[in-house]
C-alpha cells in the first residue's frame, strides 16, 4: 500500500519532534542539582522501605523527593529532610548540601515549630475542650511567631543557593468531615483542620514573600484524608510515630504529584 509522501513527510516530522523533546527533557534532567530539605513530611516517616543509614531521621525511598530523583535521574541528587526538624535545624544542619550549584530544593517545614506532635497527642487522649486549647495554642504560635521563621528560613536557603528554583510544599487536611468515623470526635477532627489550613496559610505567604514556587498538596489529599475510605495517611498506629503522616500511596499520589504539578 502506498503512503503519500505528504503523509509521510508529516509522521516523519511528528517522530522528530518526539524524539527531539524527550532528549531535551533528559539534558534538562541531567543538569539538575537537588536537595531535598525539611522535616519528616519530606523525609518520608510512615511510608516505609526506610534507607539504614538514615537513622532517626527515617528517609524513605517511597518519599517524594526519592521518587522524583528515580525518575528523573538529575545530575546530582542529596536527600537531608529529617523526621523531627524544626525550621531551626533545617538551617543548622541540613543546608550544607546547598550550594551555589544547586539548581533545585524541596522543602517542608513548620509543622514541627508549631508543636505538631504534642497537638495530635493532647486530641487523641484529651477532651474536646482539651484539644481545642491546644489547637488554639498552636494556632497562636502559627500567626505570631511562625512567619518569621520560615522568613529566617528561606532567607537562608536563598543565600545558600542564589540560583536554586525552591519548591515549598506543605501539609495536608487530616481528616474528612462524615457523621459515622471511629476516633476523635468531629469537634476535634474540625478543629485540627482549621489548624492544618491556617499552617497552609502561613506557609504560602512566606513562600510568596521568598519568591518560591509554593506547592500546595490539599488538592490532591482531598478525599484522601482520614475517614473518607480512600486513606492516604496512617491513622493512629504502631510505631506511634506513623500516625498521622503520609503513607507510600499519599508520598506518591499526593505529594510526588504535587510537585510534578509545578516542575
Not at 512567619?147 to 501539609?171: E, H, M
Amino acid at each position: 500500500m502506498r503512503v503519500p509522501r505528504l503523509a509521510l513527510a508529516a509522521v516523519c516530522a511528528a517522530t522528530l519532534t518526539i524524539g527531539l523533546t524527550a532528549t531535551a527533557r533528559s539534558a534538562s534532567a541531567a543538569a539538575v542539582n537537588y536537595v531535598a530539605l525539611g522535616d519528616s513530611y519530606s523525609s518520608g516517616l510512615g511510608a516505609g522501605s526506610y534507607d539504614s543509614a538514615s537513622g532517626n531521621c527515617k528517609r524513605s525511598n517511597n518519599a517524594y523527593p526519592k521518587l522524583w530523583a528515580n525518575a528523573n535521574a538529575p545530575a546530582s541528587f542529596r536527600f537531608v529532610a529529617c523526621s523531627g526538624a524544626t525550621t531551626t535545624s533545617i538551617a543548622s544542619g541540613q543546608l550544607g548540601a546547598l550550594s551555589s550549584a544547586t539548581t533545585l530544593v524541596t522543602v517542608t517545614a513548620g509543622g514541627n515549630d508549631a508543636g505538631f506532635a504534642n497537638v495530635m497527642e493532647t486530641c487523641v487522649l484529651g477532651s474536646d475542650s482539651t484539644c481545642i486549647n491546644a489547637v488554639n495554642n498552636a494556632k497562636a504560635f502559627m500567626q505570631n511567631q511562625l512567619p518569621g521563621r520560615l522568613d529566617t528560613l528561606y532567607g537562608a536557603i536563598r543565600s545558600k543557593a542564589p540560583s536554586a528554583r525552591v519548591v515549598v510544599l506543605d501539609y495536608p487536611r487530616l481528616y474528612k468531615i462524615v457523621n459515622v468515623c471511629v476516633g476523635l470526635s468531629n469537634t476535634k477532627r474540625t478543629a485540627l483542620n482549621g489548624a492544618a489550613d491556617l499552617l497552609d496559610s502561613v506557609i504560602a505567604g512566606a513562600s510568596g514573600r521568598a519568591n518560591f514556587t509554593y506547592s500546595g498538596v490539599r488538592d490532591e489529599f482531598a478525599g484522601h484524608e482520614l475517614c473518607s475510605g480512600h486513606d492516604w495517611l496512617n491513622s493512629v498506629t504502631i510505631p506511634i510515630d506513623n500516625s498521622y503522616h503520609p503513607t507510600a500511596l499519599g508520598q506518591r499520589s499526593g505529594y510526588y504529584a504535587a510537585l510534578n504539578s509545578v516542575l
